[in-house]
């Protein structure tokens, strides 16, 4: 298991269709993405890579090719089968934050815990508050979205991701928008959890400086790696 990626792709492609109109939007994607890597998929508008990135969460289903999510084929799962991974095996850090209003920090963190029933949600709260004060909001634990900065609210969303101790977290513009200083903050972070905890990292970005900075670099161009 040990030697098995967390995900690999195998002539992966992906065609929209509006009546008899196809676009074609992926083409013969094909790599692996071993444990504890961070990597970072970069292009163009348009290029394709939240596609991608929607492809490996199994938010939706490649048009060709396979998708092994730990050496297991997701296009052999039915659409709880691929819940029931993308809840247990997959954390999500999206461009903006998704927290709950009406939630502390604490409890926003807790939420992918509520998925897996109210005694699993009592174990791992020590560890994510554990986590909320290595990020600086030990201070914020009951405080609402609200009364947290950008930076904070999207510290919250790393955290929150880790929830269920997946095996691979996919970000999707975490930095985009936020500013500069915030930016590196929650880039750093990432990038120190992905060390600390061995758990693996793909960042979708537009900052070609932060994406220099990931163990490995994959660049889309019109559908296709470069």
Do not use: W
Not at 95 to 101: A, D, E, S, V
């Amino acid at each position: 298991m040990a030697d098995t990626p967390v995900i690999e792709l195998r002539g992966v492609g992906k065609t929209y269709y509006n009546g008899d109109i196809a676009t074609p939007v992926l083409f013969d994607m094909s790599f692996e993405v071993g444990r504890g890597e961070f990597v970072a998929i970069v292009g163009g508008s348009g290029s394709g890579k939240t596609t991608l990135l929607n492809l490996m969460g199994l938010l939706d289903r490649p048009s060709m090719g396979e998708i092994l999510v730990d050496g297991r084929n997701a296009g052999t799962l039915d659409e709880p089968g691929r819940a029931s991974v993308r809840r247990d095996r997959l954390g999500f850090i999206f461009q903006f934050h998704y927290l709950l209003p009406e939630f502390t920090v604490i409890e926003n963190a807790l939420m992918p815990c509520r998925m897996k029933g109210r005694r699993f949600q009592e174990e791992q709260e020590p560890r994510m508050r554990a986590l909320l004060e290595k990020v600086g909001l030990g201070e914020k634990l009951d405080s609402r979205p609200a009364q947290l900065s950008g930076g904070q609210q999207q510290r919250v969303a790393v955290v929150r991701s880790l929830a269920n101790d997946p095996a691979l977290v996919l970000a999707d513009e975490p930095t985009g928008n936020l500013d500069t200083r915030s930016g590196r903050v929650v880039f750093d972070l990432m990038r120190s959890l992905s060390r600390e905890s061995g758990t693996t990292f793909v960042m979708v970005t537009h900052d070609d400086n932060f994406a220099l900075e990931a163990d490995r670099l994959i660049r889309i161009r019109d559908g296709r790696i470069e």
